[in-house]
Structures are given as structure tokens and as C-alpha cells.
């Protein structure tokens, strides 16, 4: 057996690695062609504030992060909806839960070293109880994705055809939202919550120069993915790196590989 098999930890950083890398994606190919890319870092800064409050309190982080992406997606939604551009919206949330979780750290003096793992990931403490509970999450969204792949392709391409056909455009706005919410929760233990929207957004527009379908894109996301997030672990292990860096910058080194050998597309 390889060596970066014979420990535990290694074990349930690969399957947590395997995990992410499979759903992360595949939300990120909607995200990417729907101009939505910020979303996913306004969702994890949200999500900041929930593991600071959960830490303050003693309760579960991931729940707490859960909790507030989720709120925050519901919010985002609302004040998109409004007429207030989108941007806006989400500049107002990614502060605003940035500033919830200052102060709420600055309350608390003394479980900042709690919270690092959580903002720059730390694979190698993962637990088994994180892995179920990420495995769950992870099946749920790639579920809603299958059960509403129309109507979220429709959206995706032309979201006013979709509108004048019937579609609940509002309403699957706001499931796609919470979607993006549950994802970076998944994520946010393998590369941390200030490089999770990297998981889902690079292998995305990498894997959008090479496809030439909207399935296949989907696809070869997720191979281009599994292919960092393993690379990246595997690098860790060895070079003793930090695994999240070493995930985002293998995402970013096949990106420009790609580029390099796809010009004009």
C-alpha cells in the first residue's frame, strides 16, 4: 500500500477531496455561464460569520456555516429581486458578513486559532463526522441539479424565454443560490473559506474552453477537478505544502496550460 495510504487522516482527506471534487464543478459551470462567479465568495464570507457564531456558542462550525449561506442566499435573492443590481447585493453581504464575523472574533478573544482551519482550509483534520455530513450535503445538491437540470439549464441560457414559458425563474433563482450556499459549506473544509469559490469557478472555465457541449462541460469540470484536488493533496502530503494552495494553484496551472494550447476559443 502507498505510503499516503497508511495514515487515516490521508484516507479521509482523499475521500473529502474526491467528494468536493465531484460537486464543486459542477455548480460552478451554471455559475461561471450564468456571471455569477462572486456569489460564491459573497456565500463564504457569509458563511465566516456562521463559524465564528458557532464557535463563540460551542455548537457544530459546520452548521453554523450552513445556517448562514443559506440565509445569506435567501437575502441576496430578495434584493436582487428588488431592482437593486446584483452586484450591489452581494458587495452588501460579502462586507456584511465579513464584519459579523470581526466583531464576533473580537468578542470572543481566544478561539481565533479554532478558526484558521476553517479559513484556509485544513484537509488533514478533517472527521469522519465532517465527511457524513459533507457526503449528505454533497448528495443533496448534485440531487437537486439532476431533478432540475431543464429547468436550471433554461435559466442559465436565457432567463427571460424561460420566464415567458412559465417557468418559477424567481423561485429557481433563489434553489440555485442555496445551492451555491450548501456547496461552499462542502468545500470550505478542503481549501478554506476564503479559496472555496476557487473550487468551483477555475475548473469551470477551464473545462468551458475545451468542451464543446453544455454536458460535456459538466464532465470534463469534473475531471479537471478530481485532477487538481488529487494532484493537490498528493503534493501536500509529500512536499508538506498546504493543501489548499497547492489545489488552487494546480487549478490555476492547468487553466493556463489549457489557455496556452487553445487559443482564440
Known amino acids: 500500500m502507498p505510503e ?3 495514515y487515516g487522516f490521508m484516507q479521509r482527506a482523499l475521500l473529502g477531496g474526491v467528494l468536493i471534487g465531484s460537486i464543486a464543478p459542477v455548480v460552478g459551470v451554471f455559475l461561471v455561464l450564468r456571471r455569477l462567479s462572486l456569489i460564491a465568495d459573497t456565500l463564504a464570507h457569509v458563511s465566516l460569520a456562521g463559524v465564528a457564531v458557532s464557535l ?26 428588488s431592482g437593486l443590481g446584483g452586484e450591489t447585493a452581494l458587495a452588501i453581504f460579502l462586507y456584511g458578513g465579513l464584519a459579523v464575523a470581526v466583531v ?28 457524513w455530513v459533507s457526503f449528505l450535503l454533497g448528495l443533496g445538491v448534485l440531487g437537486a441539479v439532476a431533478v432540475f437540470y431543464k ?3 433554461a435559466i442559465t441560457f ?11 425563474v424567481e423561485g ?14 462542502v468545500a470550505m473544509r478542503v481549501v478554506g473559506i476564503l479559496l472555496t469559490g476557487a473550487l468551483m469557478v477555475i475548473p469551470a ?12 462541460a459538466l464532465g470534463v469540470a469534473v475531471a479537471c477537478s478530481l485532477t ?30 489549457v489557455f496556452l494550447l487553445t487559443p482564440g476559443r
Do not use: C, H, K, M
Open 56 to 81: 463563540l456558542l460551542g455548537a457544530y462550525p459546520l452548521a453554523g456555516a450552513l445556517a448562514a449561506a443559506l440565509l445569506g442566499a435567501v437575502g441576496i435573492e430578495r434584493l436582487r429581486g
Open 172 to 185: 429557481l433563482n433563489l434553489l440555485f443560490a442555496s445551492l451555491v450556499a450548501v456547496t461552499v459549506v
Open 4 to 6: 499516503i495510504l497508511q
Open 151 to 153: 429547468e436550471l439549464f
Open 104 to 131: 464576533v472574533i473580537g468578542l470572543a478573544d481566544g478561539f481565533t486559532v479554532g478558526l484558521f482551519p476553517y479559513l484556509f482550509g485544513a484537509i488533514t483534520a478533517v472527521q469522519p463526522r465532517d465527511l
Open 228 to 257: 487538481t484536488v488529487l494532484g493537490g493533496l498528493v503534493t501536500s502530503f509529500y512536499l508538506d505544502v498546504p493543501a489548499s494552495g497547492a489545489i488552487v494553484l494546480g487549478g490555476i496551472l492547468l487553466f493556463l496550460l
Open 205 to 216: 472555465v477551464t473545462a468551458l474552453r475545451l468542451a464543446r457541449s453544455f454536458r460535456s
Open 158 to 168: 436565457d432567463a427571460e424565454g424561460a420566464r415567458v414559458r412559465g417557468l418559477p
